[in-house]
């Protein structure tokens, strides 16, 4: 992110995911099977949407 053209580092890690995140994420996705869904440099909000999806489908499995 560019600030009257300086990079402004608290706003890009403010919109990183966090690390807890990034761990959740990553175990999430290898219990589902999709190592794709994890990706380090997601935004916070795209990692919380993609933990959303994927406690769905692993609640879902489970469910049969």
Do not use: C, W
Not at 2 to 24: C, H, I, N, P, S
Not at 34 to 47: T, V
């Amino acid at each position: 992110m560019q600030v009257q053209g300086k990079y402004d580092a608290r706003a890009f890690l403010a919109e990183q995911m966090t690390r807890a995140q990034g761990l959740r994420l990553k175990r999430l996705s290898e219990e589902a099977y999709q190592p794709a869904q994890y990706n380090r440099d997601l935004s916070s909000a795209e990692a919380a949407h993609r933990i959303q999806v994927l406690e769905a489908e692993i609640e879902l499995a489970n469910s049969f």
